[in-house]
């Protein structure tokens, strides 16, 4: 099962550069437009790097969850037992699985209300865009569910 979310993240990270890259196109474009006559105003740039700048956003949570670099609070101080170490981690970790199903809940909604809407100038499918939710949602819970398994077993194993 490792190996294949080691492939989900490896994945997420290249879309993530690849998106990062894909947003310097219509920045770029939007730049040169406004403070140059080098090109000509699009209008499109404007929305493709919103919508860019949407799933870097989403992808990027999502990696961090799987990385281990997600916001959270250190409000307890470390405990020198490693179990009580670990049941923290649990209890952060329930808490961001707690997120990927609100996500995953209210992100189905979210597509279902984008169902039959474009974008405005681009005329993409927003279900596309709104899809960044749900997907979310449910890595966020897999990483998480990923996470509490070692937990447990860090807890298992400790003296």
């Known amino acids: 099962m490792t190996r294949i979310l080691d492939a989900i ?3 997420l990270k290249v879309l993530l550069a ?5 947003l310097l196109i219509p920045v770029t474009m939007q730049i040169l437009s406004r403070f140059t006559g080098i090109i000509p105003r699009y209008i499109w740039t404007e929305e493709i790097a919103r919508f860019c700048f949407v799933w870097m956003i989403m992808i990027g949570a999502m990696c961090a969850v799987r990385d281990g670099t997600h916001f959270d609070l250190d409000v307890l101080p470390p405990a020198l037992n490693p179990k009580v170490e670990a049941a923290k981690r649990i209890f952060v ?3 961001i699985l707690a997120v990927g199903l609100v996500f995953i809940w209210y992100g189905w909604d979210f597509i279902e209300f984008g169902w039959f809407q474009t974008s405005e100038i681009a005329e993409l499918p927003m ?3 709104f899809a960044a939710w749900p997907i979310a949602g449910f890595l966020f819970f897999v990483f998480s569910v990923e996470k509490i398994v070692g937990e447990v077993h860090t807890m298992r194993n400790a003296p």
Not at 18 to 22: D, K, Q, V, W
Request: aromatic share 8%; hydrophobic share 65%.
């Open 93 to 95: 970790h329930l808490m």
């Open 127 to 129: 279900n596309w865009i």
């Open 18 to 22: 690849t998106l990062i890259a894909g």
């Open 9 to 11: 993240h490896l994945v």
